[in-house]
């Protein structure tokens, strides 16, 4: 009988559905021209081609315009008493917020 290396190799499992290594992309949409923007969803994907065509086929079938934008360079802004001025920052103060009125 021979001697047989033990060798040991990782193992790595893909992600599951809900895991992506791909970066999420914000996607507006305007149905009509008179229309303003309005957020409808994401998608998960390595590019702006890949991001255009995944949100065309999920939310693109009747908008005139539809945008794409990286997560990551999203700010989610709020003039609302009691929530965030900037998500993940600092609380609004509801004091501040109605003396620019």
Not at 1 to 13: F, P, R
């Amino acid at each position: 009988m021979e001697n047989a290396q033990q060798t040991h190799s990782t193992v790595s499992t893909p992600p599951s559905s809900r895991e992506t290594m791909a970066p999420q992309w914000e996607v507006f949409v305007r149905g009509e021209r008179t229309e303003s923007l309005r957020h409808v969803g994401s998608v998960s994907a390595v590019d702006a081609t890949d991001a255009r065509q995944h949100a065309t086929r999920l939310f693109g079938w009747d908008a005139i315009d539809l945008w794409c934008c990286p997560a990551a360079s999203v700010e989610r802004l709020t003039s609302r008493a009691g929530e965030y001025d900037l998500v993940g920052e600092t609380e609004a103060d509801p004091q501040t917020e109605d003396a620019g009125r």
